[in-house]
């Protein structure tokens, strides 16, 4: 598609002007969102009087602002000179007439349709946005301390379940055991379950009958019973 755009300036010179020696016209633009912007500028050299040998140069700087069509495609948008004239008005002043024309592939009526909802969309305050991300970010801060205090209450249960099973007379042996050996830091209590037997409690904490003969009596085990089973780092 194709617009023509017309212009019309008057230029004063600074001085009495008998004759325009030579003119030209060029342009610069940028392409806006919804507008082009850009410059005009009209140079060239003038005779003040009729009988001056001097050629005197002139320049002046012409801004525009075009409003671009909807129907345009703005990445394919050209502006070019498509016509210059000017007429001397008075003894210092001339007027140009220029027409520019606008250029670019025309959208489908589905980029016309998007174009349309985009203009549609009510501007959005970043204030509110920013409160909105904050009362979010707030939400999100509480429902972490909540679930941090649920895993703490777990844990707490987890501990107490593991006191109330095991006897003050089972702590005793721990706490020699740990006390005497120094490469032993932790240590598990396991309750002996039906068909459990010392090699498959062993694969089951990767250790091994010599190290858990050290910490309990293996000769009748029955289910119900509890074996200390240390973790050896070595193991």
Do not use: W
Request: glycine content about 2%; some cysteine.
């Amino acid at each position: 598609m194709k617009n023509v755009i017309p212009f019309s300036k008057e230029l004063d010179f600074s001085t009495k002007l008998s004759e325009i020696t030579s003119i030209s016209l060029e342009r610069e633009f940028e392409v806006h969102d919804t507008t082009i912007e850009g410059n005009l500028f009209v140079t060239g050299d003038y005779k003040s009087h009729d009988v001056s040998v001097n050629l005197l140069p002139f320049s002046f700087k012409i801004p525009f602002s075009i409003e671009i069509p909807d129907n345009i495609v703005e990445d394919t948008i050209t502006l070019e000179i498509s016509d210059f004239a000017y007429d001397i008005l008075e003894d210092s002043k001339i007027k140009v007439n220029i027409e520019l024309e606008l250029s670019g592939d025309e959208k489908s009526s589905e980029e016309e349709s998007e174009s349309e909802m985009l203009s549609e969309t009510p501007e959005v305050n970043t204030e509110e946005i920013l409160e909105m991300m904050e009362e979010e970010r707030n939400e999100e801060e509480e429902q972490e301390e909540i679930q941090s205090m649920e895993v703490e209450t777990e844990e707490e249960k987890v501990l107490e379940s593991v006191d109330t099973d095991v006897t003050h007379e089972d702590e005793d042996v721990v706490l020699e055991s740990v006390s005497n050996e120094d490469e032993y830091a932790t240590y598990h209590i396991h309750l002996v379950k039906d068909g459990e037997t010392v090699e498959t409690i062993c694969t089951m904490y990767n250790s091994n009958v010599n190290l858990l003969a050290d910490y309990n009596d293996l000769t009748n085990l029955t289910p119900g019973e509890k074996l200390i089973i240390p973790n050896n780092d070595e193991s």
